[in-house]
């Protein structure tokens, strides 16, 4: 499983505490953090896919494909649980009261 790649998981284990006091978070390319979560998301969804019609067309190597399809739904387990943790607080401020 060294092709695990998940932008939102690297983007936020990159930064500590101490470093984000210190200087301003600076953007290490144009987008933002969930656009390049979304979009590495896309790829990996699309490169399971991929693997996948190429091990049942031509016979390609079944690794490979086990490897991709685990890599796809370790991330569609994170892209879900972000998903809920967002509506879980979402749920929260409605709570609040005015």
């Known amino acids: 499983m060294s092709g695990i790649n998940f932008a ?4 936020l284990s990159g930064v500590k505490p101490a470093e984000q006091a210190k200087s301003p978070i600076k953007p290490e390319s ?31 190597d079944p690794h490979a494909m086990v490897e991709a399809l685990a890599n796809a739904e370790l991330v569609l387990d994170a892209a879900v649980t972000i998903r809920d943790k967002v509506v879980e607080a979402y749920q929260e401020l409605l709570r609040m009261p005015v």
């Not at 939102?8 to 983007?11: K, L, V």
């Not at 987008?31 to 390049?36: C, E, T």
């Not at 979304?38 to 699309?46: H, I, P």
């Open 8 to 11: 939102a998981y690297s983007t």
């Open 30 to 60: 144009d987008g933002n953090a969930v656009s390049d979560g979304f979009s590495a998301f896309k790829q990996s969804m699309e490169a399971a896919e991929q693997t996948a019609m190429q091990t049942a067309v031509s016979g390609a």
